[in-house]
């Protein structure tokens, strides 16, 4: 019996080599050591034994099952592992594909602008205020030194809320605003005189206006404002030469002409050399070399002091300019409703900034 399950044993290892798939595995399996398979037919065999050598043979048959058991276990986990290789292999997926394209929006080119004005009067050592869209008839027109009645509102009629509250006309109620600010912060910590100021304010005024090429019921200002002892009009000039330059190149010139403003005396419109010719004379600037660019002026002494800064002590210049005007000259737009109608078309081509 020994030697029967020896050769079974021997041959079933044999057997096993030539197995080459895992269904032949399980077909050999069957066949050694199955219920029927024929390591069981040894050991129904055993009832012939003695009763000594029973326990002996029954030993190693268990440990021929083991072995064989094994052995096959070890086949099986190698078909296994390489088929699952195979399988791998062929669902691999190739990353190295170019992805799809992610449309990426850019900054809007009037808050661009606005974001370069910032960077330059930053740099000037201005610091930035924004405020209310929906303002007080008071800060609006009364302490920028128009009256209720005055003809000068005929201008800058506008949306109103209350007779009151207003939609804004213009960004220069900030200058009131600040200038108001201030000086009760001076009061409350019983300073003398309110501290001096330098800022400007970008944000978004409303007209009574008929939408067209050149105009729109809301558009955006930025107000500029610097007060303090002995600011004079060569300072409004200095400042505003350094901006255009800034903004228009090197080579910029500006020229002050006299205008009216009611919240400044003296006031100035602003000329900049056309960016165009450089100043000779084209179509751009209709022959004249100079395309204006803000209007600006000496604050009104009465501005100032309605806002509680003594006149007779403080002076100050302010500016404002408009921001659809001077960025459709910068990206040569000739509608500015083409800054309000989001068509991606048009905005996709001022990314460069982003
Ligand atoms: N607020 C004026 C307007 O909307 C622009 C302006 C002119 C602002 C002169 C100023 C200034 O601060 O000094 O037409």
């Not at 997926?93 to 974001?115: C, M, W």
């Not at 605003?177 to 001096?196: F, H, I, L, S």
């Not at 400044?264 to 960016?275: G, K, L, R």
């Not at 960025?327 to 900034?353: C, H, P, T, W």
Request: charged residues 25%; aromatic residues 8%.
């Amino acid at each position: 019996m020994r030697e029967q399950l020896q050769g079974l044993k021997e041959q079933a290892l044999t057997d096993l080599q030539g197995q080459e798939s895992l269904q032949a595995l399980g077909d050999w399996k069957v066949k050694y050591l199955g219920k029927k398979g024929e390591l069981t037919a040894i050991l129904r065999g055993m009832g012939s034994l003695s009763a000594e050598e029973r326990p002996v043979i029954g030993q190693l048959v268990n440990e021929v099952r083991d072995e064989l058991e094994a052995a096959h276990d070890e086949k099986e986990a190698a078909f296994k592992r390489a088929e699952r290789n195979k399988r791998l292999a062929e669902e691999a997926v190739d990353v190295t594909l170019p992805g799809r394209a992610v449309p990426v929006g850019s900054e809007h080119p009037l808050n661009q602008l606005i974001r370069d004005v910032e960077d330059i009067f930053i740099g000037l050592g201005f610091s930035v205020a924004e405020g209310p869209e929906v303002e007080f008839d008071y800060f609006n027109f009364e302490a920028m030194n128009v009256p209720k009645n005055h003809p000068a509102r005929d201008m800058q009629d506008t949306f109103y809320v209350t007779e009151e509250i207003l939609m804004r006309t213009q960004t220069s109620p900030m200058q009131a605003r600040v200038m108001g600010e201030k000086a009760a912060e001076a009061r409350a910590k019983g300073q003398q005189y309110p501290d001096p100021i330098r800022i400007i304010s970008p944000g978004r005024v409303y007209r009574r206006d008929d939408d067209d090429a050149t105009h729109s019921h809301a558009f955006m200002q930025i107000e500029g404002l610097v007060v303090d002892r002995n600011i004079r009009m060569s300072d409004l000039k200095g400042t505003l030469l350094t901006f255009a330059r800034e903004i228009f190149g090197d080579g910029v010139q500006v020229r002050l002409r006299p205008s009216y403003f009611p919240f400044t005396e003296p006031s100035t419109e602003v000329d900049a050399t056309c960016h165009n010719c450089g100043g000779s004379g084209c179509r751009t600037c209709k022959g004249t070399g100079w395309i204006e660019i803000l209007g600006a002026g000496m604050v009104h002494p009465s501005v100032l002091e309605m806002a509680g800064y003594d006149p007779t002590v403080f002076s100050g210049f302010a500016f404002g300019m408009g921001v659809e005007r001077t960025a459709m000259r910068r990206y040569a737009i000739e509608d500015i409703r083409g800054f309000y109608q989001n068509d991606v078309r048009l905005m996709q081509n001022f990314k460069s900034r982003m």
